[in-house]
């Protein structure tokens, strides 16, 4: 199979590449990433002499147009993800999620190439703490930042051209992924290389919201499953039953890295926080035989800070940066 991964340089691309590689060796690899600053030449270099790079945007028709033409199947992870940043300058998510799906799908219209739409469960809004509902395939979107409506407006574009021109598409919705590789802008990371540092972590609010990890690698499982036997035109949700307060998160991180359980500040909450995710992965896990591998968070957990205590030559470039933007933030 000769398949085609945008945003292969990013946090879930690069991982779901090595996972390709590992398990389905067979597998002509093809990776399409613009390098912005969420891309990683080196999260691919240990790969780099088995995969074809392609460095270009997703919004650049011919050279999208190209590469689809020549793969059997696309899976479309490149985009702009990262809320705070949505908020401070909503403009680049348009672009990539919207313009740049609407692109890669116009592309895999012309060469009847299949398609797996990689989104994210935020496009389902948020429920309320005390919900004992979770999100379903059913459940309406009422996406809240600018980032989740990008890619409420790239599912929809998903959508429609599966039903107007017979696109072979698929789509999945995960909830909040951590492992290795993770910009250090996102929550768990950027928590552990602050202690690595020397800094305090740092809690948007009262920390009462929740998320609902899965590792990684389970997730791009998930999407492997969806890919060989998904039934085109279908959303599946991607979730581990992983649902945690951020505040319980940060103490057991904190005890993970022998610091005390107040070891941190309370910063500026995000504007329009979600409240709380929540998946019901059901229809993946019956349907489809997937299930979670990595069911221990605290060990998934201690995995993940080791591999950041191994790996800073790979965040630690990124740091000061990030956190001098977070400053200006109040966060
Ligand atoms: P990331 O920010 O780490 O990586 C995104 C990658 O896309 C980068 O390599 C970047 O260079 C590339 N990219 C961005 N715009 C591009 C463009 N216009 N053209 C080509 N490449 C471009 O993101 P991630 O966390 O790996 O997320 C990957 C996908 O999974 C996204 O579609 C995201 O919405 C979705 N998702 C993420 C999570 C999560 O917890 N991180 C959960 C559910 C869904
Ligand atoms: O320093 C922080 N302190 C903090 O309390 C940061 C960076 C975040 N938070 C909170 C905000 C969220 O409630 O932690 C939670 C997780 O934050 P993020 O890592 O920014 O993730 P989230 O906003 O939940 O979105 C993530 O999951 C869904 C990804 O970034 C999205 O791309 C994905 O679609």
């Known amino acids: 199979m000769r398949l085609l991964v945008t945003g292969g340089a990013g946090f879930i691309g690069a991982n779901f590449v090595h996972l390709t590689l590992r398990e389905n060796p067979d597998v002509d690899v093809t990776v399409l990433d613009a390098f912005t600053y969420a891309g990683s030449r080196e999260a691919l270099a240990p790969v780099a002499d088995r995969i074809r790079l392609v460095t270009g945007d997703i919004t650049d028709g011919p050279v999208v147009d190209a590469l689809v033409g020549a793969a ?7 985009a702009e993800t990262h809320v705070d940043n949505a908020l401070a300058d909503p403009a680049p998510f348009l672009h990539s999620n919207v313009i740049g799906t609407f692109t890669v799908l116009e592309a895999v219209r012309r060469h009847g190439t299949r398609l797996h739409h990689v989104s994210t469960d935020e496009v389902y809004g948020d429920l309320a703490l005390d919900d004992p509902g979770r999100f379903t395939e059913s459940t309406p979107y ?12 790239a599912d929809l574009l998903v959508r429609a051209w599966v039903r107007s021109y017979g696109v072979r598409a698929t789509i999945s919705n995960c909830s909040n992924n951590y492992g290795p590789y993770q910009h250090v802008e996102k929550f768990i990371p950027r928590q552990i290389t602050n202690l690595l540092t020397g800094r305090r972590a740092k ?3 009262a920390g009462a919201n929740v998320r609902d990890w899965i590792h990684v690698d ?4 998930a999407v492997w499953r969806i890919l060989a036997d998904g039934e085109i035109g279908r959303t599946y949700l991607i979730g ?3 649902e945690r307060d951020n505040l319980s998160v940060l103490r057991t991180l904190l005890r993970l890295m022998d ?3 107040d ?3 309370h910063v500026t909450d995000r504007a329009g926080h979600d409240l709380r995710y929540a998946i019901d992965a059901s229809a993946l896990r019956s349907e489809l035989g997937w299930k979670p591998t990595h069911t221990d968070f605290e060990s998934g957990l201690r995995a993940t800070i080791d591999w950041y205590r191994d790996n800073e030559s790979w965040w630690g470039p990124l740091k ?8 200006r933030r109040g966060q």
Request: proline share 7%.
């Open 142 to 153: 009422n996406p809240s930042s600018p980032y989740s409506s990008t890619k409420a407006s």
């Open 218 to 221: 389970d997730h791009n499982a």
């Open 203 to 205: 809690l948007y609010g």
């Open 240 to 242: 581990a039953d992983g």
């Open 259 to 261: 610091r005390d359980p």
């Open 320 to 327: 000061n940066d990030v956190e001098a933007t977070y400053a």
């Open 263 to 265: 070891d941190f500040d």
């Open 72 to 78: 059997d199947a696309v899976v479309h992870f490149a």
